[in-house]
């Protein structure tokens, strides 16, 4: 696999689900928290397939998956519950995190999370992981009109930094936020998870196994 382009980089952009924690299985817990009683439990599959997706297209696979009745933004609403009540007490930080925001901040690099997940969860997780101070802004898929893969996320906070993509770094976990990155024109640094075993991460320039892992020289 190439090395990442040489340009120095001027910021760098975290996912945040399996990046700055491993909160993927949170999501399923939740989704499985909506259907108990309906007789429905998300398999590890279904797990997979929506992983990295935005909360419209999580629950567009899951009411046509179980065939659900009733109106689909309430079954949202109970969702965005389920998931801030987990995540408000589930999350810890992911091994290397706080080693690398305080590498980047000695660097004075901004930085900035893009992800899938909706703003208040965002909010939810920094907050429970002390680091809402250490992130600049928080991008997320309702700010843009196409959600991952799709490279307007990147883009957007790209535009936010005022940068160009080459000057920033992005870390991502799944195919879908890799392929977003790449297409945005971004270093992408893939990181392997325990739930994304399998999945084809080839798209990101480099793969590590944890954010301990993370290559200081790859900055430029």
Not at 108 to 127: G, H
Not at 151 to 166: C, I
Not at 202 to 218: H, P, T
Request: glycine share 6%.
């Amino acid at each position: 696999m190439p090395p990442p382009p040489p340009a120095k980089k001027r910021a760098v952009i975290f996912d945040m689900d399996g990046v700055i924690t491993d909160s993927e299985p949170f999501y399923a817990e939740a989704i499985n928290v909506v259907l108990a009683g309906h007789g429905h439990v998300l398999t590890r599959d279904d797990h997979r397939a929506i992983m990295g997706s935005n909360i419209d297209y999580t629950w567009d696979y899951v009411v046509r998956r179980f065939k659900l009745g009733g109106d689909i933004a309430g079954w949202k609403r109970r969702y965005d519950s389920a998931v801030v009540e987990i995540l408000s007490k589930k999350p810890e930080p992911s091994p290397g995190l706080y080693w690398l925001l305080d590498e980047l901040d000695k660097r004075k690099l901004p930085v900035a999370l893009a992800t899938s997940s909706l703003l208040n969860w965002a909010q939810t997780v920094t907050r429970r992981l002390k680091v809402e101070h250490r992130f600049r802004f928080i991008a997320t898929a309702d700010m843009v009109p196409h959600a991952k893969p799709a490279p307007d996320l990147y883009l957007f906070a790209v535009a936010k930094l005022g940068l160009s993509p080459a000057e920033c770094l992005a870390l991502e976990d799944s195919p879908r936020g890799i392929a977003s990155a790449t297409a945005a024109g971004l270093t992408t640094i893939g990181i392997r998870t325990p739930h994304t075993v399998g999945m084809d991460l080839s798209k990101a320039d480099r793969l590590i196994n944890s954010l301990q892992d993370f290559d200081l020289s790859w900055l430029g």
